[in-house]
């Protein structure tokens, strides 16, 4: 059973970071590619980052390109997500993951077959 756990939120001010990470763990995670989500308050789960298995490809939205980086360590088992130039509007409960299919690096959430329980991130004005 493939388990998911996020840590890293937290509440920061506007134009400041913080770095989210993913623990993987009891299933062959390294050969997932992973992704990370949010939902802001009121508002549906949104595409933010994902990352091939091999970490060769990259995806990012629209609104977090440039300010976010995501990136894994197979090694570790670990996904992390690099948040710098935080807005008020990248509030939201933050989630990680996986998704088994390793031929498309999917950007819908109904693709991804494992999540984590999230992590709140609030950024003040």
């Known amino acids: 059973q493939v388990q998911l756990v996020e840590s890293g939120g937290g509440l920061v001010q506007a134009g400041g970071s913080l770095r989210l990470s993913c623990a993987a763990s009891g299933g062959t995670t390294s050969t997932y590619n992973m992704g990370w989500f949010r939902q802001p308050p009121g508002k549906e789960r949104e595409f933010v980052a994902a990352?091939?298995?091999?970490?060769?490809?990259?995806s990012y939205s629209g609104s977090v390109k440039g300010r976010f980086t995501i990136s894994r360590d197979n090694a570790k088992g670990t996904v992390n997500l690099q948040m710098n130039s935080l807005k008020p509007e990248d509030t939201a409960v933050y989630y990680c993951?996986?998704?088994?299919?390793?031929?498309?690096?999917?950007?819908?959430?109904?693709?991804?077959?494992?999540w984590g329980q999230g992590t709140q991130v609030t950024v003040s004005s």
């Open positions: 990352i091939t298995w091999g970490a060769s490809t990259t």
């Open positions: 993951a996986a998704d088994i299919d390793r031929l498309v690096l999917n950007i819908r959430s109904a693709q991804y077959e494992y």
